[in-house]
């Protein structure tokens, strides 16, 4: 690769130290391998000496490399490997209310709060970019066709964005009319939409243990209970325990994250989502597939929806498969999908007694954005930056947190669950935490049995900074004072 026709973003040894680390990840550089001389890759990548150094410094300050006197540079083994994953999950096997308390809220405010270092949130800073993409097609849009806001838009959604929609699921192996789309104010309006047409108030509905805040949030709206499922952090749901609920009849709706999970990371197996659609199919249950985080998955291609394993014509589908872009290209469109299968007319019809329809022009943007590939590039850039951002995370936390922390090993995303000792309680970590301005996620808020007080949801998507780095340090001395101050009063 020659480096010296290009206007790198980052300073040129950052890329360089990007072109090692794809060659370790690939395994071109196994563990062990001795890294090219610095004068070989100097004169290959046509760049100074002192740059490939520099590169080579800071892969070592990272962990990756390891230099060994006179002899050069080694691949070491990531320090992460050395810490354990959480197993699988063990939450009750009864349905529990859902209580929402002021903590959701009280993060919501929080993580976008100026001088916050947003470690709680679930956005992807690098999202600027695409932002500033769709902003600036939004202007044309709106020069070009001043009239656009003097009429309401279709509730269903704007048929190009639909089409776009239809056409993009493709790649997850489904086949979708664009009729079959309506299009939402975010991911979170598409699930409550087919949640509602689907449940009446007292229902139980199956979910992952953990699963995202949102979801709970939206069953205790609208007043149902929540079944949480065994969930493994790399595979995601039992099978065999959702087989048992759904043969007990013990709840009306799946809601399901199979790919990317928030907070987990995990990914269902493709055998698994087969299996899965064939247990709703058996059981005449509807499965409400969220599949936000899907376009962010590390391996080149997204695994197949859970939507494209229930054959037959999408009027008779049982899967319904929700979306949206608050992951990929920015949260501030509020743009979000639904494919509603065989209750398409009851979720067309609530979301026009909603709120009409979603706002004409971020739905113009967005389509042109699809159509003219910008989103394809965007996500091919931005899966690299968070995928080692990630792992950068993972090896801070392995070196400046205590011993016995479990760490997941998301396959997609920007979301790292950690799993702290019992005795640390991590909404009085939040509270210490941001009055040392840093803000981090509770793992509480994503249970409806109040389990997970010891975990924290960590966001590795933001523009990483040196204000970034020092934060883990910082939280790993937070949760040392919290420890000693529990075995202080224990003792
Ligand atoms: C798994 C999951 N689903 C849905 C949403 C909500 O998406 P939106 O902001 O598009 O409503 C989020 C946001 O954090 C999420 O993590």
Not at 250 to 271: C, F, Y
Not at 275 to 287: C, F
Request: a positive charge; glycine letters at 8%; aromatic letters at 6%.
């Amino acid at each position: 690769m020659d480096f010296t026709d290009k206007k790198p973003q980052r300073p040129l040894y950052e890329e360089v130290a990007n072109q090692i680390i794809t060659m370790i990840d690939g395994g071109t550089l196994p563990v062990g391998a001795r890294a090219p001389s610095v004068r070989s890759l100097a004169k290959q990548l046509r760049v100074a000496n002192s740059t490939v150094v520099a590169a080579y410094r800071k892969l070592e300050d990272e962990g990756r490399l390891q230099a060994r006197p006179q002899s050069g540079f080694y691949v070491r083994a990531p320090r992460r490997d050395t810490v354990e994953e959480p197993e699988m999950s063990r939450p009750p096997e009864t349905a529990s209310d859902v209580t929402v308390g002021d903590l959701r809220l009280l993060l919501l405010t929080e993580f976008g709060q100026p001088g916050i270092i947003g470690l709680g949130a679930s956005s992807g800073a690098v999202s600027d970019w695409s932002a500033k993409s769709v902003h600036a097609l939004m202007s044309s849009i709106s020069r070009s066709q001043p009239r656009l806001s003097s009429s309401y838009p279709p509730p269903a959604g704007i048929p190009a964005l639909r089409r776009q929609v239809a056409r993009w699921y493709l790649r997850a192996g489904c086949t979708l009319s664009p009729d079959d789309v309506v299009i939402t104010s975010g991911a979170l309006e598409a699930i409550h939409l087919c949640l509602r047409a689907v449940t009446q108030p007292g229902d139980a509905v199956a979910l992952e243990s953990p699963t995202y805040w949102g979801i709970l949030q939206t069953v205790e709206m609208l007043g149902l209970k929540a079944l949480e499922i065994p969930t493994h952090p790399r595979t995601g749901p039992s099978l065999d325990a959702l087989e048992v609920v759904l043969g007990q009849n013990l709840v009306k709706a799946v809601v399901l994250i199979p790919t990317a999970h928030n907070p987990l990371g995990s990914t269902m197996p493709e055998e698994n989502r087969r299996q899965l659609v064939a247990m709703i199919r058996r059981a005449n249950v509807p499965l409400i597939e969220d599949d936000i985080y899907a376009d962010l998955v590390y391996e080149p291609a997204r695994p197949r929806a859970c939507r494209s394993y229930d054959a037959g014509p999408s009027a008779s589908s049982l899967v319904m498969v929700c979306g949206g872009v608050s992951k990929t290209v920015a949260p501030s469109l509020r743009i979000g999908w639904c494919a509603p299968g065989k209750w398409l007319k009851e979720v067309t019809r609530s979301k026009a007694w909603l709120n009409i329809a979603s706002p004409t022009l971020p739905q113009l943007a967005l389509a042109r954005f699809l159509e003219e590939g910008g989103y394809e590039r965007h996500l091919r850039k931005v899966t690299t930056i968070y995928r080692r951002q990630v792992e950068r995370m993972s090896e801070l936390i392995a070196e400046h947190f205590p011993r016995e922390t479990r760490i997941t090993r998301p396959q997609g995303g920007f979301l790292l669950w950690v799993e702290l000792p019992e005795r640390v309680d991590s909404v009085a970590l939040h509270d210490r935490a941001i009055k040392s301005g840093i803000s981090i996620c509770p793992g509480v808020v994503f249970s409806a049995a109040g389990k997970y007080r010891n975990c924290v949801r960590l966001n590795c998507g933001l523009l990483w900074t040196p204000e970034v780095e020092r934060a883990i340090p910082t939280l790993g001395r937070l949760i040392a004072e919290a420890m000693g101050a529990t075995a202080a009063g224990g003792a």
